[in-house]
């Protein structure tokens, strides 16, 4: 569970304004919802025999004995949400949040324990329209935060009907190869065999090289969807690999699944991901409604953005005001007032150090000008105007000037 200090919060506000500007190009609307929800609505959602509910939710008691879970995900409390406000039934929505989420997960780099995500969900529309729209909102995001080298991997796991086959077909098939299999995958065998095949042993990569295509046993009607959807992407433009062996690791999903993956990244290369999840809303105890969405991982989008364009710029002061000597500080507040009054950001000395010092921490503060407020600048109404950026004489402005002064020095 990580700090974030002040120099990386700079890049997580640009990430989460720009995300929210793309939202609000799509008519999304933010939910908030608890951190904090039964443990009974994720093991159901995100389901049993997934790595997330069988070891990494925190998972607690509560004073009346209940059993509650931090969200490990998103997904599942913004239908729980939708459903207890009765936003669902029979409606159109498209909603996204923002927000910590908890896996207890062996940290590593790209992973932590509290993460963050921003959440993008939309119900009520059954048609490959939407899924291509969630695809194109994170292509437009993506531009927007000037982020390269993103991949998009999709694939279509079919109805539940059709995947139950293709289950069976798969446990046959990996069931002859079980000397192969390590102890991972050999639990995985009973409880959740699509997920052998997202196995990283290298040992095993051959056995999952060979197994049974899951896009052979796809029904008619998700053959026809996705194929819809690849349509859509190609007309917009939007590149794409299908990848058979993309099975996400929450059991909810339906037909479409996606994921946006670097190679800069490491292990943990998948930035954003998604997908259908036509099932989940009855399985909460909802009307049926078809719905899809996708997270993206906030740490990891912000990681890449340093990675690909530097440390972040930290959002700071245009102007420093020193002060000197304690009559000073009443008139410097006050022109510190009347700078922001005027939109600038303005940081006040508040301390008692000297002028060196006081300039030393004015340079630290990004300011392109120190104003200067002292005894003799007082007795004569004038404001002393440094440019801490280059090398040009110092120039006394008269206080009632200043504020037009700096507007127009820093335009
Ligand atoms: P997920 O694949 O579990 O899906 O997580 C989505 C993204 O969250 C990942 O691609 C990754 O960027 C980030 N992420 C996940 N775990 C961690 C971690 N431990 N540390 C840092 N980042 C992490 C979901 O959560 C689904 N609810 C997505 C969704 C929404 N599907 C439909 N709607």
Not at 10 to 28: D, H, K, M, N, S
Not at 208 to 219: C, F, R, S, T
Not at 302 to 329: C, F, N, R
Request: hydrophobic share 40%; charged share 25%; net charge negative.
């Amino acid at each position: 569970m990580n700090d974030l200090l002040p120099e990386a919060a700079a890049r997580w506000c640009v990430v989460e304004e720009t995300a929210r500007q793309v939202l609000e190009a799509y008519a999304y609307r933010e939910i908030r919802f608890p951190i904090i929800e039964s443990t009974e609505l994720f093991a159901r959602s995100i389901g049993d025999a997934t790595d997330i509910v069988e070891k990494e939710m925190y998972t607690f008691e509560d004073r009346n004995g209940d059993s509650l879970t931090l969200r490990p995900e998103g997904t599942a409390g913004c239908v729980r949400a939708g459903i207890s406000n009765g936003l669902l039934h029979n409606q159109i929505q498209r909603l996204w949040y923002v927000g910590p989420m908890f896996r207890h997960e062996k940290p590593q780099r790209g992973r932590l324990r509290q993460f963050h995500q921003i959440g993008v969900e939309a119900f009520g529309m059954a048609g490959p329209a939407i899924d291509a729209e969630l695809i194109l909102l994170c292509a437009r995001l993506w531009r927007a935060l000037g982020v390269s080298g993103l991949r998009l991997q999709l694939n279509s796991l079919g109805t539940p009907p059709a995947r139950a086959a293709y289950r069976d077909t798969l446990v046959a098939y990996l069931q002859k190869h079980a000397a192969v299999l390590d102890d991972d995958s050999r639990r995985r065998l009973d409880k959740n065999p699509l997920r052998v095949l997202d196995s990283k042993n290298p040992a095993l990569q051959d056995v999952i090289a060979g197994a049974p295509n899951l896009a052979q046993h796809l029904d008619d009607e998700s053959r026809r969807h996705f194929a819809a959807l690849c349509q859509a992407l190609d007309a917009a433009g939007v590149t794409y690999e299908v990848n058979p062996r993309l099975v996400r690791g929450l059991d909810y999903y339906t037909r479409t699944v996606f994921e946006w993956i670097t190679d800069e990244l490491g292990a943990q290369s998948a930035v954003c991901a998604g997908g259908r999840y036509d099932g989940l809303v009855t399985l909460l105890g909802g009307q049926a409604t078809p719905a899809a969405g996708f997270a993206i991982g906030l740490e990891r989008v912000v990681e890449l953005l340093t990675q690909q364009q530097g440390a972040s710029v930290a959002s700071s002061a245009q102007v420093y005001v020193a002060t000197l000597g304690e009559a000073s500080m009443l008139p410097a507040l006050a022109l510190a007032e009347r700078l922001r009054d005027a939109s600038l950001r303005v940081e006040c000395d508040a301390g008692d150090a000297g002028l060196k010092s006081q300039l030393k921490r004015a340079d630290r503060s990004g300011a392109r000008l120190a104003l200067l407020v002292g005894e003799t600048e007082r007795a004569r109404g004038v404001v002393a105007v440094k440019d801490l950026r280059q090398d040009a004489p110092q120039t006394d402005v008269a206080v009632a000037d200043v504020v037009d002064y700096v507007t127009r020095y820093l335009k």
